[in-house]
């Protein structure tokens, strides 16, 4: 079975442009989850969906937008990039939200000019 | 608010040593994740721990939790180089595991 698959794996932008970044979660998984990760930081919690609703939102401006589809695959939209949105977006899916486990992607490295 | 605390932030370690990295978490939870990361690389899973005093191993790791002390250890033995990573633990925020709160990071770093 494939795993987790974003796409692409690596972008760059300018400054003001806009970016959607793709996720499919694992086959049979319904909840999909969007982390940002700085360099040298630890993962930060942006979104989740499950069952195509948001089930939760951490603390990110409302430049960042995210979507799940029917067949639970996911899209995260930035807008008005800023330099400090550089970083490694990883998509993560669970079967139920309560699920044991939370699997990775390999992420989308984005980078601001 | 919910915060989750690791140190040492940096460990470099010889091979063959044995060492413990902390993790602290400053609200009640009843499991905590430890994941592995490569540099450029995603996150791996290593461990989830589920309730008070459990306890896993794989390999020359062993992740423990006390939720009453709210921490989790995650100890070494015998270090080898191919340990050499950024381990992170994790908090779930609310019950959702979807909605990880990650400690910064301990980078480990494996000399012979």
């Known amino acids: 079975d494939a795993g987790v698959t974003q796409s692409p794996t690596h972008l760059i932008k300018t400054r003001g442009q806009h970016v959607t970044l793709r996720c499919s979660p694992i086959s049979g998984h319904k909840s999909v989850s969007w982390y940002q990760q700085v360099l040298g930081q630890g993962p930060q919690f942006i979104f989740q969906y499950y069952e195509k609703e948001e089930r939760g939102r951490g603390n990110f401006p409302d430049r960042f937008s995210a979507r799940q589809f029917p067949n639970y695959s996911s899209e995260l939209n930035v807008n008005a990039l800023l330099l400090g949105d550089s970083a490694l977006y990883l998509c993560?899916?669970?079967?139920?939200?309560?699920?044991?486990?939370?699997?990775f992607g390999s992420g989308t490295q984005l980078s601001v000019l | 608010e919910l915060k989750v605390e690791q140190n040492p932030l940096f460990l470099s370690m010889q091979e063959g040593k044995n060492y413990t990295i902390y993790c602290n978490y400053s609200?009640?939870?009843?499991?905590l994740y430890w994941y592995r990361q490569d540099p450029g690389k995603s996150l791996e899973s290593l461990f989830v721990l589920l309730s008070n005093g459990a306890v896993k191993q794989e390999g020359r790791l062993m992740a423990s939790l006390d939720t009453k002390a709210r921490l989790s250890t995650l100890h070494i033995t015998a270090a080898v180089h191919d340990l050499s990573a950024t381990y992170f633990c994790a908090v779930p925020k609310g019950g959702s595991q979807g909605n990880l709160i990650f400690g910064k990071g301990t980078k480990l770093s494996v000399k012979p």
């Open positions: 609200t009640t939870s009843d499991r």
């Open positions: 993560a899916s669970s079967f139920p939200p309560r699920g044991e486990k939370l699997f």
